[in-house]
C-alpha cells in the first residue's frame, strides 16, 4: 500500500522549482517494532514519516517512513529528492536536516538548500564569527522596510 500510494503521487503532478522537506507523525495504536517517540510533536507515539512536499500547494511528492534500520539522514534525504536532482529546484529545510556537508553535496547537484542550521553541525569560520558578531548586538530594521 505505501510504495502504490508514493508511486501514484509521483505520477499524478510534478512539483515546482520550491520543495520543501519536512516530518510528521501518524498516531498508531497498534505493535511495531518501529514506533517513534517524540516529546517534542503534538502525537508523542506513532510512526515517523519524512516527507518532500511542493513547497507552494503542500503536494506530497515523496515520502519515506523511518525505521530503525540505521540510515544515515543525509541518504535519506537523498533518496526523497532522487527524482529532482539536477533539476534546479530550491529545498526549504529546517535545522533538523540541514548541514553544510549535505549543502555542499546538494548543490553539487544543482539544488539550492535554504533553512537554518544546527551550530554543531560544522559552521564555515567566516560565518561563525558573523554568527558571534550578530548574536551580541541587538539588530534593528530599517525605516524603508
Not at 498508531?28 to 507515539?45: A, C, D, M, V
Not at 544515515?72 to 556537508?101: A, C, E, M, P, W
Not at 569560520?125 to 525605516?143: F, M, Q, T, W, Y
Request: glycine content about 6%; hydrophobic content about 35%.
Amino acid at each position: 500500500m505505501y510504495v502504490y500510494s508514493v508511486q501514484k503521487f509521483r505520477k499524478a503532478y510534478s512539483p515546482k522549482q520550491e520543495l520543501s522537506l519536512d516530518e510528521t507523525m501518524i498516531s498508531w495504536q497498534g505493535r511495531l517494532n518501529f514506533e517513534t517517540y517524540n516529546p517534542g510533536k503534538i502525537t508523542k507515539y506513532g510512526q515517523l514519516v519524512r516527507m518532500m512536499c511542493e513547497a507552494v500547494l503542500g503536494y506530497i511528492c515523496n515520502m519515506e517512513m523511518y525505521s530503525t534500520e540505521g540510515k544515515k539522514l543525509d541518504d535519506t534525504v537523498l533518496s526523497l529528492l532522487d527524482r529532482n536532482l539536477g533539476q534546479n529546484h530550491h529545498i526549504y529545510q529546517d535545522n533538523f536536516y540541514n548541514s553544510v556537508r549535505l549543502a555542499q553535496t546538494l548543490l553539487d547537484r544543482i539544488m539550492r538548500v535554504c533553512g537554518t542550521t544546527r551550530a554543531n553541525r560544522g559552521i564555515p569560520c567566516d560565518l561563525e564569527a558573523e554568527g558571534k558578531h550578530l548574536k551580541n548586538r541587538a539588530v534593528s530594521i530599517p525605516e524603508e522596510w
